[in-house]
Every structure is written in structure tokens, then in C-alpha cells.
């Protein structure tokens, strides 16, 4: 705040991801940025938002989940905010400079090289994960293909770069996962777009199956731990069952929840899939005989009680938050109304997790524990402090700013 026009918020009532576990809270840690005017010709430059039907922000009251994630503000003001500090101080910012390689050995990095120039100076490795880069998810991660989303140009530039010198690696299997959907003919940078599948997981009259009809999680938990779940491998069938899975739901569901782009209600578009009875919609997936009714009988008679026996949905406080506050149980109702419907859920990848290991100065550390002089690495592009964790909202961008501040004093002392 002391450096950039931003401002930050806490958002008083917004849980922790496992507010339940010792030394949890229920609300005050996570942050958003205040409302910043984007002068156009800085706006220009900034990637769009992708269209969501949006949620005026209230004179005063409760910041929603929905709010948060559909309101006006999200990234572009930070991305604004960091911009314009650097604008003051007269820092020259480069699009479309890729670069290509380090200056140096493992033992000091004097700079770095793209295909047109060579700039010198200490490096700070901020590329983002490799999700974009096929042979890397395929050679590291525990699923050979993912709902790649984030920049493209995600492609794993530091793993190739820190390698070139010699760089210890950490976390390079994990990844913030993301259940998402894939709405055709959806693109952002030329790459498909892949919307995160968040809130409508947590519904009332919702529920999550994989391709043998039955339920596999929680799935109100926070988008990593459920990603997560859908990267079960089986030995019996030799495949990924909920990789992709299904989202399904009913009628009173559609009528009042908004689904990726669809507002409430309204014409159903052709990527949802619709029957009027369970037995046609499990027969258009294409799941075994009988699953998937005896999986919705089986839920609607624990909704109905209002406790989930199988995997305890909405048993705890972010749970409740990302459901529906004005339902009579913001996570569980039977799925019961016809129409039914179905959209396909892909093992979504917001960001990969490894990278680099680094001290807390964000230095690149060598095998030996040594840190390689004139080199650092912050964000996505580095080895993740929280390991598999997933503690809450800004788990991923809160690290991203400390670390890659710390890099950049410890590379200017
Ligand atoms: C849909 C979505 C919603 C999210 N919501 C949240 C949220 O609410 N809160 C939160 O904390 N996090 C959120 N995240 C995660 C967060 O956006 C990322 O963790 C964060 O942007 C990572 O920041 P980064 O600076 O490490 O990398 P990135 O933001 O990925 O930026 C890396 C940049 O480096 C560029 N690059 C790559 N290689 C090179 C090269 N060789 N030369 C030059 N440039 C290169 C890339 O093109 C990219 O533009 C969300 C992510 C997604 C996809």
C-alpha cells in the first residue's frame, strides 16, 4: 500500500479453506483489493476479464463469495494497481518479450537473453507454472492431461531456465487444482478457455459423479482438495473415473443458480445435458445401468435429513459460505424436480506448484543447498512454500507477493 495506488480489504467472513482444523479461522484472513479507476490506455493492456453474469457491489454489507468472484473488481485491479506503481517510478514493462535463456552457470546469473536482446542485471523468475506444456504435465503430474487454464504462456520457461543452472526442484507432482468446464468455442489468448466449476459445486441439489455413476467426494470443499480427488487412479479399470466426472443436477437448481455463464433460468444451451428422467440422462453419459439412480436415491434420503452420511457435505464453515445462504441448507437438497441435467467437469489446472526451491529471499537454491548468485524465482514459477496445501482465498497470489517482494529487496541489496 505504501508503493502502489492499491489498497487492500480484508474480508471479515470469508472462512479458511479448513477453518475447521487447529489454528483455522472462520474469517479476516483473506484480502481483496479496493475499487481502483483503470485509466483506458492502462486497461488496454490488461487481458479482458471473461464475461460472467455479474453482482453489483452493495453500498455496504457482507462481501459474498459471489461478490468476490462475479463483482467487478478481481484481478485487473491488482494487475492495474502494480502497473501504475511501476509507471511512477518509471519502470519500462515489455510485453511479448519471451525470454529464452539465463546469462551464467550455477554459479552467478549475470542476466537474461530473449530472441532480440540481452538484458543484465540479477533475475527474478516470475514465468508462472508449466500447465501449458503437455510434455511437462505429462512427464510430471499424477494425470497425463489437464484443463490447462491461467496465462498460455504458462509453459514451464522456469523449470527449462533454472535447470540450465543447475537449480534444486520441489513440489513439481502438485498443483492447484480446479474443477472446471469447458463452454464451446470459448477462447482467452488463443488458447481454450476453461471456467472454474466453484460455487456451482456447492449448491443445493447438486451433486458430482464419476464415469461409474457414484459419488467420490465432498464436493463443497475448496476447488483443490475436490481437483484433487478427481485424479484417483484404478488399478481395475486402468483409467481416471472422475477425470473427467459429471456435475448433476435438477430442475429447481437450474431455475436458481448461476452455472459458468448462464444465468439462472432462462434457454438451456446445448453443452448442457438434459433429460427428463435420471435413467435417460444416466443413459446420454453413458454410465452403468442403475448407478446413477441408486446414487441419487441414496443422496436425496441423506439431504433430506440434512446430513451428508457419505462424505459430509457443508459439514464445515467454507462449505456453508460458498453454498446458498438463502436456502433452508445452503449445501443439501434432494435432486428431485425434472428436468435433470448434466455438465461434464475436466480436472482443471489453475496453476502448477513446483519449480525451483528458494530460501525465504526468494533465492534459486542448487542441490547442495547453496543458493545460485543473481538468481531468484517467486510466484508460480517457484517451488510452493505451502506445499500441498490449499489454506484459503489468495492462498496462491498472497505467497506470490510476499516472496516476489522479498526476491526483489534481497536482488536489490
Ligand atoms: C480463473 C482463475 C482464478 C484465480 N483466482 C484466484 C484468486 O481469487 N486468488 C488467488 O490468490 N489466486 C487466484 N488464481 C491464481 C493466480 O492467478 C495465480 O496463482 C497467479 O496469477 C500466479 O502469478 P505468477 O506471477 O506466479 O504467474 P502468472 O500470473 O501466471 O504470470 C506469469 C507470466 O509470465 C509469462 N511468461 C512465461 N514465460 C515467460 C518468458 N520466458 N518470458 C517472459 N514472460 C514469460 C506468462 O505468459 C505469464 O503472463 C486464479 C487463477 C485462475 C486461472
Redesign the pocket.
Known amino acids: 500500500e505504501d508503493h502502489s495506488p492499491l489498497q487492500w480489504v480484508a474480508l471479515p467472513d470469508w472462512p479458511d479453506y479448513q477453518a475447521q482444523l487447529p489454528g483455522g479461522r472462520v474469517g479476516g484472513r483473506s484480502i481483496w483489493p479496493a475499487p481502483l479507476p483503470v485509466p483506458p490506455y492502462l486497461a488496454a493492456r490488461i487481458q479482458p476479464t471473461p464475461e460472467v453474469p455479474s453482482v453489483p457491489v452493495p453500498e455496504a454489507g457482507r462481501v459474498t463469495d459471489a461478490l468476490?468472484?462475479r463483482g467487478p473488481v478481481?484481478?485487473r485491479v491488482l494487475v492495474a494497481g502494480l502497473l501504475l506503481a511501476l509507471e511512477e517510478l518509471g519502470v519500462e514493462v515489455r510485453t511479448g518479450?519471451?525470454?529464452?535463456a539465463l546469462m551464467g552457470d550455477a554459479w552467478g546469473v549475470r542476466g537474461v537473453r530473449?530472441r532480440t536482446a540481452e538484458f543484465a542485471g540479477d533475475v527474478v523468475l516470475?514465468?508462472?507454472?508449466f500447465q501449458h506444456d503437455p510434455a511437462l504435465v505429462r512427464s510430471l503430474l499424477p494425470i497425463p492431461e489437464v484443463a490447462a487454464?491461467?496465462?498460455?504462456?504458462?509453459?514451464g520457461?522456469?523449470v527449462r531456465?533454472a535447470r540450465s543452472v543447475g537449480a534444486a526442484f520441489g513440489n513439481m507432482a502438485d498443483a492447484?487444482w480446479?474443477p472446471a468446464i469447458r463452454v464451446p468455442g470459448e477462447e482467452i489468448g488463443g488458447a481454450p478457455f476453461f471456467?472454474?466449476l466453484h460455487h456451482e459445486r456447492a449448491q443445493p441439489g447438486s451433486i458430482m459423479v464419476d464415469r461409474t455413476g457414484r459419488r467420490f467426494v465432498d464436493e463443497a470443499q475448496n476447488y483443490t482438495d475436490v481437483g484433487r480427488a478427481m485424479l484417483r487412479f484404478d488399478a481395475g479399470s486402468y483409467t481416471w473415473p472422475a477425470a473427467p466426472c459429471w456435475l448433476v443436477f435438477d430442475g429447481a437448481y437450474r431455475a436458481r443458480t448461476t452455472i459458468g455463464p448462464l444465468a439462472p433460468g432462462g434457454d438451456d444451451p446445448a453443452w448442457l445435458h438434459r433429460a427428463d428422467d435420471l435413467t435417460s440422462l444416466a443413459t446420454r453419459l453413458d454410465l452403468p445401468r442403475g448407478a446413477l439412480e441408486d446414487t441419487v436415491e441414496r443422496f436425496n434420503l441423506d439431504a433430506k435429513a440434512g446430513f451428508d452420511g457419505e462424505f459430509g457435505r457443508g459439514a464445515h464453515p467454507y462449505e456453508q459460505w460458498i453454498g446458498d445462504p438463502d436456502a433452508p441448507n445452503p449445501n443439501l437438497a434432494p435432486l428431485e424436480s425434472s428436468p435433470f441435467y448434466a455438465v461434464e467437469v475436466l480436472a482443471g489446472c489453475?496453476?502448477t506448484k513446483g519449480g525451483p526451491r528458494t530460501d525465504a529471499d526468494g533465492r534459486v537454491l542448487r542441490d547442495d543447498g547453496e543458493p545460485v548468485p543473481g538468481l531468484f524465482a517467486?510466484?508460480?514459477?517457484a517451488a510452493n512454500p505451502f506445499g500441498i496445501g490449499s489454506p484459503g482465498?489468495?492462498?496462491?497470489?498472497?505467497p506470490?507477493l510476499v516472496f516476489?517482494t522479498r526476491a526483489g529487496e534481497a536482488a536489490a541489496s
Open positions: 468476490v468472484l478481481r484481478g518479450e519471451r525470454v529464452d530473449s516470475a514465468t508462472g507454472g487454464m491461467g496465462p498460455p504462456g504458462c509453459s520457461d522456469a531456465l492447484w480446479m471456467r472454474p489453475l496453476g517467486a510466484g508460480n514459477a482465498g489468495g492462498g496462491t497470489i498472497g506470490a516476489g
